[in-house]
C-alpha cells in the first residue's frame, strides 16, 4: 500500500483509509476482521467521528485485538463550543480506549455561524489546542460540505488537516485541496467513490 505524508503532521498514512460509517451495520466480530485485513492490506489510517452510532466503540474493542500501533486513528465531533469540545474529546478517548488521539476533528461546519463559533475566544478549537499541548490528540483538524467556509478555515494555522468531499462527479473541492496542500495541510476526500455510486 502507497503512504504518503498527511500535510506537515508527520504521519505517514496510505493513501486509502478505512471510513467509519459502514462499521455500524456489521456486528464486533465483523468490524475485528475488517480491522484485521485493513492491517493484512497496509491501511493504517482510520477515520470515524462520534455521530456515526456505534462506530468508535466497534473501532475501539477492535484495535485492542489488532493493535492500536498499526494506525493513526482519526475522529470527529459537531462540537463547536468549548466546552462541549473538551468533553467530546474526552468521550472519545473512553469510547475508543485510547491513550490519545492522532487527529480530532470538528465535524461538518456547515454555515457561517458554526464557523465563528468554532474560532472564536470560547469555541471548540480553543478545546482542541488545549486538548494538543495537553497530549490528548496529537493533530486538529476540520471537516465539511460547504467549500467557502472551509476556504475559511486553511487561514487558520491550528488546523492541519481538511476534510472535504471529492470524486470523479464531486470536484468542487479542487482548489480548495490546492490552496490547502500550497499551506502544508492534510487533504483528506470524503467520500472518495461517491458515497457508493462507484463500485
Known amino acids: 500500500m502507497k503512504k504518503i505524508l498527511l500535510g506537515n503532521t508527520g504521519m505517514e498514512v496510505s493513501v486509502i483509509g478505512l471510513g467509519g ?40 474493542n477492535a484495535l485492542k485485538v489488532v493493535g492500536r500501533e498499526n494506525f493513526y486513528m482519526a475522529t470527529k465531533s459537531m462540537s463547536y463550543d468549548y ?31 458554526q464557523f465563528n463559533f468554532t474560532v472564536s475566544e470560547n469555541g471548540a478549537l480553543k478545546a ?15 471537516t465539511g460540505h460547504i467549500r467557502e467556509i472551509l476556504l475559511q478555515a486553511i487561514e487558520y494555522e491550528e488546523f492541519e488537516t481538511i476534510q472535504f468531499p471529492f470524486n470523479p462527479v464531486e470536484y468542487q473541492g479542487t482548489e480548495l485541496f490546492e490552496r490547502s ?19
Open 21 to 60: 460509517i459502514p462499521i455500524q451495520r456489521v456486528s464486533q466480530e465483523e468490524a475485528t476482521k475488517i480491522i484485521l485485513e485493513c492491517k493484512n492490506r497496509g491501511i493504517n489510517f482510520i477515520d470515524t467521528a462520534q455521530g456515526y452510532t456505534i462506530s468508535e466503540e466497534y473501532i475501539g
Open 83 to 113: 466546552e462541549s469540545m473538551k468533553s467530546a474529546v474526552e468521550r472519545s478517548l473512553k469510547t475508543m480506549q485510547l491513550d490519545y488521539i492522532d487527529l480530532f476533528q470538528v465535524h461538518n461546519v456547515s454555515n457561517q455561524e
Open 128 to 142: 482542541l489546542v488545549e486538548a494538543k499541548k495537553e497530549g490528548l490528540i496529537k493533530h486538529i483538524g476540520i
Open 181 to 199: 496542500l500550497k499551506k502544508g495541510m492534510g487533504t483528506i476526500a470524503m467520500k472518495p467513490m461517491a458515497g457508493g455510486a462507484f463500485t
